[in-house]
Structures are given as structure tokens and as C-alpha cells.
RNA sequence: GGUCCUUUGGCCGAGUGGUUAGGCUCAGCUCUGCAAAAGCUGCUACAGCGGUUCGAAUCCGCUAGGGACCUCCA
């Protein structure tokens, strides 16, 4: 059970994690369309990738990661008004394009950083690949699966199909598709239907745009992910990542364009996460139900209760399987809220507590039981990454560790190689691999001193019974965000939060 | 309409052919000057109906609800 598995949407299965390149991993991660701010949804494939990646160094793997933004339009409904989402925002905020998506990327880049994400080796941008997508196109053309139309290109979905699995990795079927009666505008240039396009021609309007053999236009939106990881991962690499709402089309094109140009399968593990819903409905610009990373952590939305602190929500999505639903809800953000504050805690009480050899003999269940939830830590990582239930684990082992604590139970009633091992383990998955940090953010020297005055002072109030001013001090320092706790030893701690 | 997925206790959510998930909430107790925190205890669920099986919440079928994709989408 030491081996890593991974769920393959290609083969539908759980799969043993083989990477091409002996202790190299290559990782692609569809990223974000930086024609507007970032959502919960959004959270979520970040935080679940930042966490394979974060796994897989864990386990010793080189790798490299790569996470594009998307800064070139594409259609917003293929086929109707060759409408690009970035120039018409563009228009609608009266920015030039290219300082739009500046504006976007770098509030995504400041959500990611809340987050506590690492960052990706490397953040190719779409418009910055141009060159490599056209190259990639002709290649296409050459092969004889793309054809021209007025100043457009087009993939031969079709002709692809006879000789290939087209449809295999979202399960579709071509002749379905084919059939589709449902009327779009625009569409008299394809063959067929299911075709997409790789090239579209620029109107005049159109401000986005880029000279090509075909004329001036910009590219279709998969053709760039092919681009960019054909380039920075080879022609094969191991893992691509995304939601599962680009499953198709967007998937399953980046399969065909690429197998058509490399002459081969580009991905070995396609790992898709699910979506994050709200009443059950995902979340998503066309549903009108969106809520903002910036209100989520402001609190500035009709529809939170409160704030919530990043690592929230990053604990939040963790808690959760990524292939499963996650439904959002203030109850469910507030119990998460608590829950990581509880675990957190006992973490950092965890690293305060020097091991003591003495008298008590060491109870062999308690040991046992400890091994086994600290050693399913990697069990269920495994099992691809079972974050969920390495989390319940911590929260099984939380009692024990605020007993050790509070003296409740013996430090000595494990063994020293067994506390030494619960310590790392539990510092090597809360921080390395879960990507958790404090909550706190009154972290400075000042406030440290301030808070060690207050207590010296109720202390000694608390000693003359002095409790109108022990009170006082406390309940004021409460409504400051400040939490003080009387510890069983007799010291006090506090919590500002 | 087509394809696929899903349905777990007050809420959120793991998981699985036979044993306590876990978190939050709630109630009680211990500790405490009082709190808070912490510890202990209690609340025991798998949509419905059939079937397979010694045994199913877990496998199969049907029914009902929900959802995703089929168009931009994390």
C-alpha cells in the first residue's frame, strides 16, 4: 500500500502512478481566464493541485508544474458573434486589454498567495505563445486535419474520429454530436458541427489580434494548452489537471489537436476535480451565483455571514474529497472555521511539548492506535489523496495530543520514537503537504509584548481575587478579536483572530 | 432529448460486502473564581422497492429526487 494510485478520468479507474521519466514528474493544470475576478469555484483545482504537487515532491518526484493563464480571448459561445471575452470587458471597464488582464492576473495571483499555494514551476500566458499555437496549427493543416475557411481554422473532428478514440475521455460519441439539431449562428464555415476552431478570423472590432499565414485573428481557446504543454512537458507528460466541466469540449480537443501533432496520447493521468456548488447548483458566471474570493474574504456579499479567513476555505475544499461535490453554505464554512482552529491548536500545542521519559509504562494500545492513524496518513494519500480522511485522522488524534497537554495523559504512555514520529508526520502534513497556516495574524514582536504585560497584570489580579480587573481585561480583550484561555498549569494563552 | 454522475444522522461530509469515520451543532458531566478552551459521555445514518449473498448502506435492477456535460465555464 505504498504505491501511489491515481484516479485516470481517461480510463475511468484507479490507476499505480507510474511517472514516464523515473523521479520527474510533468503536471499541467488548466488555469484561470483572467477576464474577471475569481471565485470559490476557482478555489478549488488550485488548492486541490497545489496539494498533488505538494504530495508528489513529498514523495521525492521533481516536479514541474505548469499552470497557464489564459490572456487571450475566446469565444464566449462559439459561433454566435465571435464575441471575446477580454476585449469586450476590456471596452466595458475602458482598459486596454492587455492592462485588464494584468489587473486580473494579479488579483489571482494575490488570492493564490492567501491560499497559501505554491507556485507553478512555470505560468505560460497564451498571448505570450502565440508563435508556438500557430506552429502547432500548420502542423495540423499539414496533416491534413484542419482546414481553412475565410480566414478561419478549423479541426476536422470527423475525419479525426475515423481513425482515432475521439470522444473516449469524456465519453462521448461523434455520431451524437453530429446530430445535434440545436441552431447556432456562425456555423456555415465548419464541415460538421463537432468541429472547433483553432483560428478564428478577427473582425474589425476586434481588438485582440495577431497577424497568421490565414490572415489577422487569434487563436481558439484549446489549441493554447496544447501549445504551452507540448512545449514545456514534451510531446507525452504525465499528469493534466483541470475541473471537470472542461472535460469536454476543451479535454477532449487538446487530446485530438495534439495526438494529430505529436503523433501520440499527450496525457498519461487525466485528473479532473469536481465542481464547488451553491443550493446545489455549481457555481458559475452563467448561473449568476458566483461569490468573489475578495467578498468570500471580506465578508462583502449578501449571501456570507461573516468573513472567512483563507485557510478557511482552503481546509474548507481539503475536508472534501476533490472528486466529489462540494456544496457551499455558511453553516458548512463556520463549522470548517472552527474545526481548523481546533486542529491548528492542537498542532501548535503539539510542537510545544518536549518528550519526558518517566515511571508510566508505555500503553501499548494507546501506541498502537497512534502508529496506525499517524502511518494512514500516507495510506490514504495514496489512494488518490485522500485528504479528507488523513484529516478525520488528525482530528482523531487532537483528544490525545490536548491530554498530553493538559498532563491528562502521560507523554511518557508512548514511546519516545512514537512521539517523535507523530510530531513530524503531523508537521510534514499540516504544513508540507495539506498546505495549512496559522490563522492568526498578530504575529509581532509589539503585540507579543503588549499581551505579555496584560497577563502579567491580570495575574496578578486574579492572585489578590481581584476579578473585576481580571475579567475586565479579558472580556475586553475579547471584543478586540483577542482570546485569552486560562491553561490548567495555571499560565494563560491567547488567540488573536 | 443524449451521455454520465449522485442521493449518507440536525448540518457538512469520509468510507466500505460483516467492525466507531471525522468535523460542526445539541444535551449531560469533569475541570474552572467565572468563562473560554480542553477532557469524558450521549444522540448511530446510509432515498424507496425488489434481487444476489450466510450477511449490503456498500454489488445488480427498477422507481423517485438532485446534479454535471452536450455552448463560455474551475
Redesign the pocket.
Known amino acids: 500500500m505504498d504505491e501511489l494510485k491515481i484516479y485516470n478520468s481517461y480510463s475511468?479507474q484507479k490507476e499505480v502512478f507510474k511517472p514516464i521519466t523515473p523521479g520527474h514528474v510533468g503536471m499541467y493544470v488548466?488555469g484561470?481566464?483572467v477576464s474577471g475576478e475569481s471565485h470559490l469555484?476557482?478555489a478549488?483545482?488550485y488548492i486541490t493541485f497545489d496539494v498533488i504537487y505538494r504530495y508528489l515532491m513529498h514523495l521525492g518526484y521533481k516536479v514541474r508544474y505548469v499552470r497557464n493563464i489564459?490572456d487571450a480571448g475566446?469565444?464566449?459561445?462559439?459561433g454566435r458573434e465571435a464575441e471575446d471575452?477580454i476585449s469586450k470587458k476590456a471596452v466595458l471597464e475602458k482598459l486596454e486589454p492587455m492592462e485588464l488582464v494584468t489587473k486580473y492576473t494579479n488579483l489571482f495571483h494575490w488570492a493564490m498567495e492567501q491560499f497559501n499555494t505554491l507556485k507553478p514551476s512555470i505560468e505560460p500566458t497564451a498571448t505570450g505563445h502565440i508563435v508556438e499555437q500557430i506552429e502547432m496549427i500548420k502542423k495540423i493543416i499539414d496533416a491534413g486535419y484542419a482546414y481553412e475557411v475565410n480566414g478561419s481554422v478549423y479541426f476536422d473532428v470527423k475525419k479525426y474520429a475515423a481513425s482515432h478514440d475521439y470522444g473516449k475521455l469524456?465519453?462521448?460519441?461523434l455520431e451524437?454530436?453530429l446530430e445535434?439539431t440545436?441552431e447556432l449562428d456562425g456555423q456555415e464555415e465548419k464541415r460538421n458541427?463537432a468541429d472547433?476552431a483553432l483560428w478564428k478570423n478577427a473582425s474589425p472590432e476586434h481588438i485582440m489580434r495577431w497577424q497568421s499565414p490565414w490572415g489577422v485573428g487569434f487563436p481558439g481557446?484549446h489549441i493554447e494548452c496544447s501549445a504551452m504543454a507540448t512545449k514545456y512537458l514534451g510531446a507525452q507528460f504525465d499528469i493534466h489537471g483541470?475541473?471537470?466541466?472542461?472535460?469536454?469540449?476543451?479535454h477532449e480537443s487538446e487530446v485530438a489537436q495534439s495526438t494529430i501533432c505529436n503523433h501520440s496520447a499527450p496525457v498519461r493521468y487525466w485528473i479532473h476535480?469536481n465542481?464547488?456548488?451553491i443550493d446545489?447548483?455549481?457555481?458559475?458566471?452563467?448561473?449568476n451565483n458566483v461569490i468573489k474570493l475578495s467578498e468570500l474574504f471580506t465578508g462583502d456579499h449578501p449571501m456570507l455571514a461573516k468573513a472567512y479567513h483563507p485557510m478557511v476555505i482552503r481546509f474548507f475544499i481539503l475536508?472534501?474529497?476533490y472528486r466529489?461535490?462540494?456544496?457551499f453554505?455558511n453553516?458548512?464554512l463556520?463549522?470548517?472555521e472552527?474545526?481548523l482552529k481546533?486542529l491548528w491548536?492542537?498542532y501548535e500545542k503539539l510542537r510545544a511539548i518536549s518528550y519526558k521519559p518517566q515511571d508510566g509504562s508505555v500503553d501499548k494500545e494507546l501506541e498502537a492506535n497512534c502508529l496506525k492513524l499517524v502511518a494512514e496518513f500516507d495510506e490514504f494519500m495514496n489512494d488518490d489523496f485522500?485528504t479528507?480522511?488523513v484529516?478525520?485522522n488528525m482530528?482523531?488524534l487532537?483528544?490525545f495530543i490536548?491530554?498530553m497537554k493538559?498532563n491528562?495523559i502521560p507523554v511518557s504512555a508512548i514511546s519516545k520514537e512514537t512521539f517523535e514520529l507523530l510530531q513530524k508526520q503531523m508537521k510534514v502534513y499540516v504544513e508540507d503537504i495539506l498546505g495549512l497556516k496559522s490563522v492568526t495574524e498578530a504575529n509581532n514582536e509589539k503585540l507579543k509584548g503588549v499581551m505579555n504585560l496584560l497577563i502579567e497584570i491580570r495575574k496578578e489580579a486574579?492572585d489578590k481575587k481581584d476579578?473585576a480587573t481580571?475579567?475586565k481585561i479579558?472580556n475586553q480583550l475579547q471584543q478586540m478579536g483577542i482570546?485569552?484561555?486560562?491553561?490548567?498549569d495555571g499560565g494563560m494563552s491567547w488567540t488573536a483572530f
Not at 74 to 78: G, K
Request: aromatic residues 8%; proline residues 3%.
Open positions: 475511468r488548466c484561470t481566464t469555484g476557482h478549488r483545482p489564459t475566446h469565444f464566449e459561445e462559439e471575452k469524456s465519453g462521448r460519441v451524437d454530436l445535434t440545436r458541427t472547433f481557446w483541470g475541473g471537470m466541466d472542461l472535460l469536454f469540449p476543451h476535480n465542481m464547488i456548488t446545489g447548483r455549481k457555481m458559475g458566471k452563467s448561473y475536508q472534501t474529497h466529489s461535490t462540494l456544496d453554505s453553516d458548512a463556520q463549522a470548517a472552527k474545526g481546533r491548536e492542537a485522500g479528507a480522511r484529516l478525520a482530528f482523531e487532537v483528544p490536548n491530554s493538559d491528562i486574579k476579578f481580571s475579567d479579558r482570546l485569552l484561555k486560562d491553561e490548567k
